[in-house]
């Protein structure tokens, strides 16, 4: 019942161990005197269309955790986030190393799932593009499996000549936006 209400008035039902976590990551890092904010990935995008939601929070997962840190503080934040991740047995998220991604240009290709993330955080946008980028929508799943990579919003799909189907509770809980 709790969830439910946290959920109908807007709060994401995160782990309370996560939640922890990135609390005293930004403390260490303060305490080290490096200002940076640390966020979620799910914290700094939307989804256009809910259609996608489910097939998008399944097809991700744990991704969907991933912490961003301002790049001058990603290898501090790195080692402080390794100790913090051992004391508490929690081993279920990562830094996104935004400068690397940058460097890079992932760019999505039109028609791909990317493009159903909006963002106005520059490393949450390259870092869709990478995770999604190159996973096309489609609607039946021939077109899946024309498009060598695809996803459907029913969390079926087809990538690496094989189909495959995502777990649906693993998208039936709402964390992008």
């Keep these: 019942q709790r969830e439910i209400h946290d959920i109908s008035s807007g709060n ?3 782990d309370p161990v ?3 976590m990135k609390k005293e990551l930004a403390e260490a890092l303060k305490a080290r005197h490096i ?3 640390v966020s979620s990935y799910c914290d700094l995008v939307d989804v256009k269309d809910e259609s996608w939601s489910k097939a998008i929070e399944a097809y991700i997962y744990n991704q969907k955790f991933n912490l961003f840190v301002d790049e001058d ?3 501090e934040a790195c080692q402080e986030l390794a100790k913090i991740c051992r004391v508490h047995g929690f081993y279920q998220i990562a830094i996104v190393d935004t400068a690397k991604l940058l460097d890079r240009g992932f760019e999505a290709e039109e028609g791909s799932v990317a493009e159903e993330i909006e963002t106005s955080h ?3 946008r390259v870092y869709t593009d990478f995770l999604l980028g190159n996973l096309m ?3 039946t799943f021939a077109e899946a499996r024309s498009s060598g990579n695809g ?3 029913d969390c079926t799909g087809y990538r690496n000549y094989a189909s495959f189907y995502l777990n649906e509770r693993r998208g039936s ?3 992008l936006g």
Excluded: H, V
Aim: charged residues 25%; positive net charge; hydrophobic residues 40%.
């Design 12 to 14: 994401k039902p995160f």
């Design 137 to 139: 929508k489609c609607d």
């Design 122 to 124: 520059s490393g949450a």
């Design 73 to 75: 503080a990603y290898e």
């Design 18 to 20: 996560y939640l922890i």
């Design 151 to 153: 996803l459907l919003r």
């Design 173 to 175: 809980l709402r964390y």
């Design 35 to 37: 200002m940076t904010g």
